[in-house]
């Protein structure tokens, strides 16, 4: 399941990010987190398609698995069930030349194949391109244009982006991509 949510990821960022100059590409900052949380099939009615899945914390949880989910006879009681949610934010210099639209959005799914325990990807990437207008080094704070004219500013948390916006000079167009997903995949009882 990694390397597919890796692949998606990576395969929208990159479609976005198409048409970007090398020395764009150069340019960029990238930060994100991940959450996971494990539970354990504790049963499961193939007919409704109810499972009952323990939460690590003890508690007890049913779902409704849709008939999209493939390969759902194959899971038993016992089964671990990984849950991975992936957000994350790159921002990197425009292309010169302005190519690209201002606004794009790339929706990704994926899941198991046939035969396989189940295991399934939902994922989006949102590309905004900004002007970027300043940033205050004291307290990291960066202002920006959004493409309908409309003026914006925020603090800026992590140490890459505020390097990033440093490096910054007013009137820098900036692609900034945001990044989710939701993953996942049922392993076998060990």
Same mark, same amino acid.
């Given at each position: 399941?990694?390397?597919?949510?890796?692949?998606?990821?990576?395969?929208?960022?990159?479609?976005?990010?198409?048409?970007?100059?090398?020395?764009?590409?150069?340019?960029?900052?990238?930060?994100?987190?991940?959450?996971?949380?494990?539970?354990?099939?504790?049963?499961?009615?193939?007919?409704?398609?109810?499972?009952?899945?323990?939460?690590?914390?003890?508690?007890?949880?049913?779902?409704?698995?849709?008939?999209?989910?493939?390969?759902?006879?194959?899971?038993?009681?016992?089964?671990?069930?990984?849950?991975?949610?992936?957000?994350? %934010? %790159?921002?990197?210099?425009?292309?010169?030349?302005?190519?690209?639209?201002?606004?794009?959005?790339?929706?990704?799914?994926?899941?198991?194949?046939?035969?396989?325990?189940?295991?399934?990807?939902?994922?989006?990437?949102?590309?905004?391109?900004?002007?970027?207008?300043?940033?205050?080094?004291?307290?990291?704070?960066?202002?920006?244009?959004?493409?309908?004219?409309?003026?914006?500013?925020? %603090?800026?948390?992590?140490?890459?982006?505020?390097?990033?916006?440093?490096?910054?000079?007013?009137?820098?167009?900036?692609?900034?991509?945001?990044?989710?997903?939701?993953?996942?995949?049922?392993?076998?009882?060990?």
């Amino acid at each position: 399941m990694r390397k597919l949510l890796t692949a998606v990821l990576l395969a929208a960022g990159l479609a976005l990010a198409a048409g970007a100059s090398a020395d764009a590409k150069e340019k960029q900052a990238i930060v994100g987190t991940q959450v996971e949380t494990k539970a354990t099939v504790e049963s499961i009615d193939q007919d409704t398609r109810h499972v009952l899945l323990r939460n690590e914390d003890g508690s007890l949880q049913t779902i409704v698995v849709g008939p999209e989910v493939r390969n759902l006879a194959q899971v038993k009681a016992g089964d671990r069930v990984l849950f991975r949610f992936r957000l994350g %934010v %790159v921002a990197q210099l425009a292309p010169t030349d302005g190519s690209g639209p201002e606004v794009a959005q790339a929706d990704v799914t994926g899941k198991a194949p046939q035969g396989q325990l189940p295991a399934g990807l939902v994922g989006q990437a949102l590309r905004v391109r900004v002007t970027f207008n300043s940033y205050d080094h004291k307290t990291k704070k960066v202002s920006y244009t959004l493409p309908g004219g409309a003026s914006e500013s925020l %603090v800026l948390h992590t140490k890459t982006m505020q390097d990033f916006a440093a490096g910054l000079k007013a009137g820098d167009k900036v692609n900034v991509t945001f990044l989710r997903s939701v993953a996942v995949a049922v392993m076998p009882a060990a």
